[in-house]
């Protein structure tokens, strides 16, 4: 007997919907993570599940706010303030995931995922920030924080939400309110826009492939190694490539015996985005500063410099600029001595060319020879990655008494990963840290530190702790021989391991108050850490001969302590010339738009007579810091921090004990765990008793 239409209709609808339940009880991120510590379940996570997922985590924050909004009674700090930190949870859980993969991880897949939810995040983020009847809430319980009985903490979270509303156009009318939003939704498609593009350029586009083995003349073993390795990878056995990546064209900048081909690699590296191809990235970043320009203008400040700098420690972008002229100043009087030396020593082996920016890197090591007798490769043998993280942990171990244990089986989201739980010294559980070691195909360039879950406390009052995750792009061990650093490359794990401890140590009861502070104090909790680096007690604890196992010899420790100021000059020129160029950009105004990216960067540097043998360390059209990584016109805040690290890092020095625990415990308490609940100077003024002092800083750059 045939069944009838009407049953069958029934049937495959219930089917369907069967299938979807499932999906969705199939989906992680829809259900408490079965692992260790809590830890995302990275081999369960499938690229289907984000879409749904993100969706999912908006429709359920947007009912959230409509809770808060909804309500009968007036604002309080629990019905109000309390209600909207904890909503979002589910879209914060998968955001948190996918922004962190789409940089370890990325291909076409996550790209397409990210252009079709991108809108709708800064839609829906628009959407809430917008909310006049939630703005109008906050705005309540802020004009009126005097007269309540508030705690430090919940008063300094009323004034964070309140300012973020504000910054965020709650004070606009309707239509500069819509002007505002088209304007977020510009910026989110050409940061995804400009991030392709720039992660394109630096790892498929350009390789400098040799396959004369005379091409190689000057280059260490273990850079040719390394080169062979990766030619290998690329399907061109018995051959040696070279990338874009720092660990393949620095090594090769600073050995190789082949002008042309140093010149040929460096081009590769500071052309990327100025090529006027498919992936030239001038236009794009234009557009990018005219719209900043344009918000910043709808919300009250004659320029995005300004815009930015008010919110940050520095307080306007004139106290930005002082700042850095005062450091210019020195550093480029010290860079055009430092040409002058390594002019010499390219006249004296009767070179007979006037030095380029591709020939700094070559000269400044037989500088560095000639000078200090040090030459990088005597240091690399010693300086294996093991090694410098074992002794970083044995620095925090030392200061905060916290142990790192390895977590067996940890989910991973690459095998590249190590996973770690941070236990406290009583034993209790403080959080996971992950490591995230070596380049790969699809995988942004740099170092940087993310968590895949924040510290916070939940709606009981229970802290959840963080899971930490730093990512490098360290040179790649061989078949014979581990992974080996060099010194930036030690530093650099030992300032992003400085921001973990950040990520770990946060102790705040609200989103805006654990953790949360200026973008110009971000780099003090990293940058500190690079001064324990460099101590002979700590060198000779890490830095051991990856084959014999014997600790750095004293002799070699004096040699890098004395070579401490080496290409002091250049490293400062390059990254103020950089920090200016930054402010630049976003010092337009909307009636003045920059619209030829290469001229108006070849004016500025020219205005401040940088010398054409140094490059701003990025130029503009691959400068992801400012164009596609939160630091438009904040770039400046490593060096401003570094006056921070360098006087807090004094203060250890002065109680002649770098490993004075009571210290350590007054700088985690001020300056890591609490600083989101103060003002980051008042914080830093707890720790050290004053405000800090330039000259530790002048002092470690050589430039007093």
Request: glycine share 6%.
């Amino acid at each position: 007997m045939r069944t009838p239409t009407y049953i069958i209709m029934a049937v495959l609808l219930l089917g369907s919907v069967s299938c979807a339940d499932k999906k969705q009880t199939e989906n992680p991120f829809f259900s408490e993570y079965k692992t260790p510590f809590g830890i995302p379940p990275f081999e369960q996570i499938k690229e289907e599940h984000y879409i749904p997922a993100f969706e999912r985590g908006m429709e359920e924050q947007v009912k959230e706010i409509e809770v808060i909004v909804n309500q009968t009674d007036e604002p309080t700090f629990d019905n109000t303030i309390v209600k909207y930190n904890f909503s979002g949870e589910l879209l914060s859980k998968v955001n948190l995931v996918f922004s962190n993969l789409i940089g370890a991880i990325n291909n076409e897949n996550y790209q397409a995922i990210a252009r079709e939810i991108k809108p709708k995040l800064t839609a829906h983020k628009d959407n809430i920030l917008l909310n006049p009847k939630l703005f109008s809430r906050i705005k309540f319980l802020y004009d009126n924080r005097s007269q309540n009985d508030y705690n430090d903490e919940q008063l300094r979270v009323i004034e964070k939400y309140y300012n973020d509303f504000v910054r965020s156009g709650a004070n606009l009318n309707a239509e500069e309110q819509e002007q505002l939003r088209e304007l977020n939704k510009q910026m989110s498609l050409l940061v995804l826009q400009f991030n392709e593009r720039i992660l394109a350029e630096t790892n498929d586009n350009f390789r400098l492939i040799i396959d004369n083995e005379d091409d190689l003349a000057g280059l260490p073993q273990f850079v040719i190694d390394g080169a062979a390795e990766t030619a290998k990878e690329l399907g061109m056995e018995g051959k040696w490539a070279f990338t874009l990546q720092k660990p393949s064209w620095i090594p090769f900048l600073q050995y190789s015996e082949k002008r042309d081909l140093r010149e040929k690699l460096y081009r590769g590296w500071f052309m990327r985005g100025d090529n006027d191809n498919e992936f030239d990235t001038k236009e794009i970043i234009t557009q990018i500063a005219q719209v900043q320009t344009q918000r910043a203008k709808l919300l009250g400040f004659s320029n995005y410099a300004e815009f930015v700098t008010s919110n940050n420690m520095a307080e306007n972008q004139k106290n930005v600029d002082d700042f850095l002229q005062k450091i210019w100043t020195p550093a480029l009087k010290k860079a055009k001595q430092e040409l002058t030396e390594l002019q010499a020593i390219a006249d004296k082996e009767n070179a007979s060319y006037k030095l380029e920016s591709w020939d700094w890197w070559y000269y400044a090591e037989k500088l560095r020879k000639e000078k200090y007798g040090l030459d990088e490769t005597e240091l690399k043998p010693y300086l294996s990655l093991t090694n410098v993280r074992d002794g970083m942990f044995w620095v925090a171990e030392k200061l905060y008494g916290i142990k790192f244990k390895q977590i067996e089986n940890a989910p991973k989201y690459h095998s590249d990963n190590d996973a770690y739980e941070v236990i406290e010294a009583d034993g209790s559980h403080l959080g996971v840290l992950y490591l995230d070691y070596h380049p790969r195909s699809g995988k942004d360039g740099g170092a940087w530190c993310t968590s895949f879950r924040d510290a916070h406390y939940d709606i009981n009052g229970n802290r959840v702790p963080a899971i930490a995750s730093v990512v490098c792009n360290f040179t790649k061990p061989t078949t014979d021989m581990p992974s080996l650093l060099t010194w930036d490359e030690t530093e650099t794990l030992f300032h992003e391991f400085g921001h973990a401890l950040h990520v770990l140590f946060s102790d705040g009861h609200y989103k805006r108050t654990s953790g949360d502070v200026p973008l110009d104090y971000v780099e003090l909790p990293s940058q500190i850490m690079e001064n324990w680096a460099g101590e002979p007690e700590v060198i000779k604890q890490y830095a051991k001969h990856y084959q014999t196992g014997e600790a750095m010899p004293d002799e070699l420790i004096e040699k890098l302590a004395n070579s401490s100021h080496f290409n002091q000059g250049f490293a400062t020129v390059e990254y103020v010339a950089a920090s200016i160029l930054d402010q630049r950009w976003f010092s337009q105004t909307v009636d003045n738009p920059i619209t030829d990216a290469r001229l108006f960067e070849k004016t500025e540097m020219e205005k401040i007579g940088l010398i054409k043998e140094i490059l701003p360390r990025y130029r503009s059209t691959y400068y992801s810091h400012i164009f596609g990584g939160g630091y438009s016109a904040g770039y400046y805040v490593y060096l401003w921090a570094e006056v921070l690290d360098s006087d807090a890092f004094a203060a250890f020095k002065e109680s002649g004990d770098i490993f004075n625990q009571d210290l350590a415990a007054k700088f985690r308490k001020h300056c890591l765990s609490e600083v989101g609940t103060y003002p980051a100077m008042e914080q830093y003024k707890k720790f050290r008793g004053q405000e800090p002092s330039e000259k530790p800083l002048l002092q470690k750059r050589g430039l007093n």
